[in-house]
C-alpha cells in the first residue's frame, strides 16, 4: 500500500493507443476514442480517490489537426458526449477542470460543452483536473515570453516568470510541476507535452493501449513512483 505523502501530487497522462485499440478490435478508430474516454473516466476517479491533487491528460494536441476530417471531428464530438454524461458525477466527487490549450479554436458546440464544464466545477476544490486540448509544448513557452515580450519595461524574463505565463500558471496560481509522467501504449517519447513543466518529472511507459488502461495499474505505477529517489540534479545523501 502506497503511503499517501509518498505519492505524486501532479500525474500527467499521455492517453496514447486508441487507434491501435481499434485496429486490433476490427471497429473504428473512433470507438477506440470513445472507448479511451471510458478510461479516462475511471482514471479521474481513482486519483480522486487515491488523494492525488492534480492530474494533467493530453486529450487532443496541435499536432493532431492533421488526421482525418472524420477521426478530429468525432473527437469534438466525444468531447461534448463527456459533458453531457459526466457533469454530474464530476460535480458530485468535487473535481475542479481546467482547459489547457487554445480550445476556443475548436467547433462552437465543443467550446460551449467546455466553457460549461468550467463554469460548473470552477468552485470544487477537490482534484484539479487539466485537460491538454489543441495543446502544443513548444507553442505554450513562445507563446509565455512573447507575452512577457510586449510588457512594457520588460528588461529580463525569469523561469518563474515564464512559469506564471504557461497554461498551467493561468488556469491555477499553485499547479506544481508533475511528479510522474505516464505514456500508454509502450511509447516512450513525451510528444511535445508539458516541456516546460517535465523538467524534473519521473517518466513510465505501459505496453497496455490506452482504452485497456485500468485504475489498478495507474495505483500500481503510482506505487512504484513511490519507490524512486528524486534528486532534482543534486546528489543523495546514501550516495558514495
Avoid at 470507438?31 to 471510458?38: P, S
Avoid at 505554450?140 to 510588457?151: C, G, P
Wanted: proline residues 3%.
Amino acid at each position: 500500500m502506497t503511503e499517501p505523502n509518498k505519492l505524486p501530487t501532479h500525474v500527467g497522462v499521455i492517453m496514447d493507443g486508441n487507434g491501435r485499440w481499434a485496429k486490433k478490435k476490427g471497429v473504428p478508430r473512433l470507438m477506440g476514442h470513445n472507448a479511451g474516454m471510458e478510461s479516462m473516466k475511471k482514471i479521474v476517479i481513482a486519483a480522486s480517490n487515491m488523494g492525488i491533487k492534480y492530474l494533467t491528460v493530453y486529450a487532443f494536441s496541435t499536432e493532431n489537426w492533421k488526421r482525418s476530417v472524420e477521426e478530429v471531428s468525432g473527437i469534438f464530438r466525444l468531447i461534448v458526449k463527456y459533458v453531457q454524461l459526466e457533469l454530474r458525477e464530476l460535480v458530485e466527487n468535487n473535481v475542479r477542470i481546467n482547459i489547457i490549450g487554445e480550445y476556443r479554436e475548436l467547433p462552437a458546440d465543443s467550446v460551449a460543452a467546455i466553457d460549461k464544464l468550467l463554469d460548473a466545477t470552477k468552485d470544487n476544490t477537490g482534484l484539479v483536473f487539466n485537460i491538454a486540448v489543441n495543446y502544443g509544448g513548444r507553442a505554450e513557452i513562445v507563446k509565455a515570453v512573447n507575452e512577457l515580450l510586449a510588457e512594457p519595461g520588460r528588461t529580463e524574463i525569469t523561469e518563474e516568470d515564464i512559469s506564471a505565463h504557461l497554461y498551467t500558471g493561468r488556469v491555477h496560481d499553485d499547479i506544481p510541476d508533475p511528479d510522474l509522467i505516464i505514456r500508454t501504449s509502450g511509447e516512450e517519447r513525451t510528444s511535445n507535452f508539458l516541456v516546460w513543466q517535465s523538467a524534473y518529472s519521473e517518466l513510465m511507459s505501459t505496453d497496455t493501449l490506452w482504452p485497456d488502461f485500468t485504475a489498478e495499474e495507474f495505483g500500481n505505477l503510482c506505487e512504484q513512483f513511490s519507490h524512486r529517489k528524486r534528486r532534482f540534479g543534486g546528489r543523495d545523501k546514501d550516495d558514495k
